[in-house]
């Protein structure tokens, strides 16, 4: 066992981390679609697009730093399970680091193509972050399990 918070402790570390991280990836989602459709251009559409992939990428390495902060939980598997949850959030963050840097690549000359080029870009996108999802089959800890049913940051 980790000589770190204990499991209540943690787990409402992990949700004060990760629920404004939520919201902030909702809200920059949905600006991003607000303002995609009316831009005018293909340019003003891709810095829509960038500035929501940006933001997206600094969210998520706020929140992967407040629970990398927040210590090894004190219980079995700690190490693990802390590592898992951390590692998740930089595969995240470098996947809308790395679909910025592709949008911000696209020629905004032809719309079609451009367009095209954020239709993979955002498949890409997608298919990085289902990849990143936490695998919990390992990281069993009943302890944290009723933690996060508890706690009133999880709730």
């Not at 407040?66 to 930089?90: M, N, W």
């Not at 949008?103 to 080029?117: C, I, K, P, V």
Request: aromatic share 4%; net charge negative.
């Amino acid at each position: 066992m980790a000589d770190g918070p204990p499991p209540r402790v943690w787990a409402a570390s992990v949700c004060s981390a990760l629920n404004p991280w939520r919201e902030e990836i909702a809200t920059l989602t949905t600006r991003a679609q607000q303002q995609t459709p009316t831009s005018t251009t293909p340019q003003q559409a891709k810095e829509n697009l960038v500035r929501m992939l940006e933001g997206a990428r600094d969210a998520s390495e706020k929140a992967r730093g407040r629970i990398a902060d927040a210590g090894v939980p004190e219980v079995e598997g700690g190490d693990a399970i802390a590592g898992g949850v951390t590692g998740s959030l930089a595969e995240v963050r470098d996947a809308y680091g790395r679909a910025g840097e592709a949008l911000r690549a696209l020629s905004t000359d032809d719309a079609s193509a451009f367009y095209q080029g954020v239709s993979t870009v955002m498949t890409q996108l997608q298919q990085e972050y289902d990849d990143s999802a936490l695998d919990t089959s390992e990281l069993r800890s009943t302890e944290l399990q009723q933690a996060f049913g508890e706690v009133p940051e999880c709730l």
